[in-house]
DNA sequence: CGGCATCCTCTTTGATACTG
DNA sequence: CAGTATCAAAGAGGATGCCG
């Protein structure tokens, strides 16, 4: 029974909140847009705290308005897919925005705010830059949260995934809010050990992706 | 009272939605970006279906969060201004994106949505542009809705704002969805005529700013 | 009028429990 | 795993009242 709730405005802005402008819809575009087709469990577990009957209801939302596709495994598999539509993926320059401002939250975490590891590549995509593309690659490792991430440069671009490099430049560990701060080249390296993290490796290459301070 | 629900998740566009995600709260963000300073009336005019305590809430909110401040106008006057603040113009980048995203929603009006003139002033903003700004500038005056808005060339930029002007080049009169399809090059002239958009005046001078097909 | 506060009803959500 | 079902709490919408 989704209703889609409007603001009945002649507005684009209005307009593109009636469809993603609900409770969680943003944050399940967001889920989709750095997981790809993903499980319903699996948006359940990247989405802490929402309710199953609501992640239901919004998936029911997102799909009646075209955003999300259902794809429904064969027999082998039992389980269903959800991955955004075209119209969903471009979403993406909102989410930009939206992360973009929001950068500035991120400074001082209340310490009680959930944290999956997958949530850093919005931000990594958004700040990092490869500062000499034509180098060699280099690979990152961040231990943080529940699983490894890899941050790498290919060519030119800053690419970001689950997972660990086989041999990677250098090893982050520690706090979230640490990595964040140093790779977005709001905390100078030493500041950033100072205050717990841990790194291993060649910590010369990070000066190739950490943005220029303002 | 208003308390300030949060996601509780340490990303930044959970954080942004923790500030900027409930309803009502963008489109009271974007009459304040398109009116400048308002007063409490003016807001509830130019948000045809909002809940008078809800915007009393939300302008609390806005105020705790730091993204509007509140001008208490001298004992003359009787009545005082909200305002945003930087961080709070700052969040245009996202009403500009939200726009773009749902502008391909504006094309079939349902007819029964409220429609008021100055909302024109983002898309306007958003799609035109100055095609030969070396020439003398040019007036557009558009009659739709409860009052004219002009559109105007400054030196290569579009602006767009309340009022008539004394000596426009054109005058577009019609629907809304008439005067936006012609103007997003959407429509081409004469089939808006067709449909019933009046023009008087140098109807050539909207090749100018109208933006290539594409 | 402009700027709310109150009261009431309805809908949405959050939390948890249960099922094929 | 992939949802349903249930129920209490919070939020939204609408009407009206109050006060300078």
Not at 50 to 57: G, K, Q, R, T
Not at 189 to 214: F, H
Request: net charge neutral.
């Amino acid at each position: 029974m989704p209703e889609v709730r409007s603001y009945e405005a002649y507005c684009s802005v209005a307009k593109a909140l009636d469809l993603v402008g609900e409770r969680w819809t943003l944050l399940i575009v967001r889920e989709l847009m750095i997981s790809g087709p993903s499980r319903y469990t699996d948006l359940l577990h990247g989405l802490p705290g929402i309710a199953s009957n609501l992640l239901v209801d919004r998936l029911k939302e997102l799909e009646e308005v075209g955003l999300v596709n259902r794809e429904v495994a064969p027999p082998p598999i039992a389980t269903s897919l959800f991955h955004l539509t075209d119209r969903g993926h471009a979403l993406k320059p909102i989410l930009e925005e939206l992360g973009r401002w929001g950068a500035p939250l991120m400074e001082n975490p209340s310490g009680k705010e959930a944290f999956q590891s997958h949530w850093l590549v919005f931000p990594m995509e958004l700040h990092l830059v490869d500062h000499t593309p034509k180098r060699p690659p280099i690979k990152i490792e961040l231990r943080t949260g529940e699983e490894p991430m890899v941050v790498e440069t290919v060519n030119g671009q800053i690419r970001t995934h689950r997972g660990s490099a086989d041999n990677p430049n250098v090893i982050l560990e520690g706090r979230p809010g640490l990595i964040l701060g140093l790779l977005t080249g709001r905390l100078p390296l030493d500041e950033a050990r100072r205050r717990g993290l841990k790194l291993s490796g060649d910590t010369a290459v990070l000066k190739r992706v950490i943005p220029a301070p303002d």
